[in-house]
């Protein structure tokens, strides 16, 4: 069984920068896939970002350029940098994980076994 984690979540105005963290517990070491959805209020779930245990990442279009997916040397922590933040990008993020890799630009297709109970993002403006 594997516990996520995520925190970094907050308020920011448009054009800032966050960071978010995952932290993951429990069975990690084996290959995986890991990354971010998110969910607004009204809104379809979407994918964000997700990477495999071998660092090759894959974004949404949406973000692609303005956020950075990447994991610690033991792959048991995940992180997402934001940059030049919309007021679109404002949602629930939750980490996600699945064992094997991911699927390149379809990542969003894939069933992930674990989720984070998710850190809430706000951009203003």
């Known amino acids: 069984q594997v516990q996520l984690v995520e925190s970094g979540g907050g308020s920011v105005q448009a054009g800032g920068s966050l960071r978010l963290s995952c932290a993951a517990s429990?069975?990690?070491?084996?290959?995986?896939?890991m990354g971010w959805f998110r969910q607004a209020p009204g809104k379809e779930r979407e994918g964000v970002a997700a990477?495999?245990?071998?660092?090759?990442?894959a974004y949404a279009d949406s973000v692609k350029g303005r956020f950075t997916v990447s994991q610690d040397n033991a792959k048991s922590t995940l992180y997402l940098q934001m940059t030049n933040l919309k007021a679109e990008d404002t949602a629930m993020y939750y980490c996600?994980?699945?064992?094997?890799?991911?699927?390149?630009?379809?990542?969003?297709?894939?069933?992930?076994?674990?989720w984070g109970h998710g850190t809430q993002v706000t951009v203003s403006s």
């Open positions: 996600v994980r699945k064992e094997g890799g991911c699927l390149g630009h379809l990542f969003w297709v894939l069933k992930f076994d674990y």
């Open positions: 990477i495999d245990s071998d660092g090759k990442a």
């Open positions: 429990g069975d990690t070491l084996s290959s995986s896939c």
